[in-house]
């Protein structure tokens, strides 16, 4: 099982990027799906998260800028980010919360490679 990310680039300040995360694999059924991100020398936090029913968490610095989505049927979340700053600035990391065909007992969390987003001012 692995999660792909794509998307990230290099925008000015107040410009748009979305992000795609596509989970491949012998997938079993997937909880929640998110997107977190790591600015250099900090820790790794939460920029969204939506759960299979629809409920969805945005970290406190993205509201009203970015939103996050889902399709099911393909196994994607999207994240779309609007009036992007240049404190946006980071790697962003596709969270998957899974259960995998030859364990489907344990929701487990397996992480995407990061794509990067860099915000120019």
């Known amino acids: 099982v692995q999660l792909q990310a794509f998307g990230g680039g290099l925008v000015q300040a107040g410009g748009s990027l979305r992000l795609s995360c596509v989970a491949s694999?012998?997938?079993?059924?997937?909880?929640?799906m998110g997107w977190y991100y790591e600015a250099p020398g900090a820790q790794r936090e939460k920029v969204a998260i939506?759960?299979?029913?629809?409920?969805?968490e945005y970290g406190d610095s993205v509201k009203g800028r970015f939103t996050i989505s889902r399709d099911n049927a393909k196994n994607a979340v999207y994240l779309q980010m609007n009036d992007l700053k240049p404190e946006d600035t980071a790697v962003y990391y596709c969270?998957?919360?899974?259960?995998?065909?030859?364990?489907?007992?344990?929701?487990?969390?397996?992480w995407g490679q990061g794509t990067e987003v860099t915000v120019s001012s």
């Open positions: 694999g012998s997938v079993f059924s997937i909880n929640t």
């Open positions: 939506i759960r299979r029913d629809g409920e969805i």
């Open positions: 969270l998957g919360i899974m259960k995998t065909d030859s364990d489907n007992r344990y929701w487990r969390n397996y």
